[in-house]
Nanobody
Framework: QVRLVQSGGGSAQAGGSLTLSCAAS????????WSWYRQAPGKQRELVAT???????DYPDAVKGRFTISRHYPQNRVTLQMNSLKVEDTANYYC?????????WGQGTQVTVSS
């Protein structure tokens, strides 16, 4: 059974930093791609970072240069380091992966950035 358990997040001032973590079990960690999404109230869920099974990363312009996605093996953990936070980064953040034709999501972590 695949499980993704998130931790981290919380509140920060604009310009500050936070780290999100996603602990995975029930899959072959190094064989899947990993993503972080976020969803703000009243807005659609948006992709904020991906890392492929080969380690290639990608970010949308909104977070490029500020967010870093990393994999940690054999801890089987994916992290999202968020620096230079902005008020508009406030959202619920989710880790996500796909394994054996199934999509799996973490439980979500709230990030609140104040000015």
């Amino acid at each position: 059974q695949v499980r993704l358990v998130q931790s981290g997040g919380g509140s920060a001032q604009a310009g500050g930093s936070l780290t999100l973590s996603c602990a995975a079990s029930g899959l072959v960690f190094t064989m899947v791609n990993w993503s972080w999404y976020r969803q703000a109230p009243g807005k659609q869920r948006e992709l904020v970072a991906t890392i492929s099974s080969s380690g290639t990363t990608d970010y949308p312009d909104a977070v490029k240069g500020r967010f870093t996605i990393s994999r940690h093996y054999p801890q089987n953990r994916v992290t999202l380091q968020m620096n230079s936070l902005k008020v508009e980064d406030t959202a619920n953040y989710y880790c996500q992966t796909r394994w054996k034709q199934g999509d799996y999501w973490g439980q979500g972590t709230q990030v609140t950035v104040s000015s």
